[in-house]
């Protein structure tokens, strides 16, 4: 099976967290194909640049609840925020991330051959 690779844009705040190893999952309200192994990070304004990338360990998906209670450890996050985001939605994505690297210098989208900011993300390969 070919493994993909997704450019996810997060906030710089959340993308720093994840770089500092301080946040070990991320969050999302749609899942991307099993076959996703990696994701690489667009820290949105106003850095907007790709800044790091990590592996994905494991997708887990849930209620909102269970999700919450597996990695509310290494969120990153508030309990509030969690809520907040996932308000309205009874299921969510948490993507655990391990062998994070930082780019020493950030990346415009344009090297991933990448003309327009993703919404949420894009597949790349």
Not at 96 to 105: A, M, P
């Amino acid at each position: 099976m070919l493994m993909s690779t997704i450019l996810l844009s997060i906030k710089p705040q959340y993308a720093k967290a994840i770089l500092e190893n301080r946040k070990a999952y991320e969050f999302r309200k749609k899942r991307c194909k099993n076959s996703v192994k990696k994701i690489i990070f667009y820290s949105t304004a106003p850095q907007s640049k790709v800044v790091g990338e990590a592996e994905i360990e494991e997708i887990i998906e849930d209620s909102p609840h269970k999700v919450w209670e597996i990695a509310k450890h290494a969120a990153g996050i508030t309990y509030t925020q969690y809520c907040a985001y996932y308000q309205g939605y009874s299921k969510a994505v948490a993507y655990k991330l391990s062998n994070v690297i930082v780019y020493k210098e950030p990346k415009p989208l344009i090297d991933y051959g990448v003309k327009h900011v993703p919404q949420s993300f894009i597949y790349l390969d």
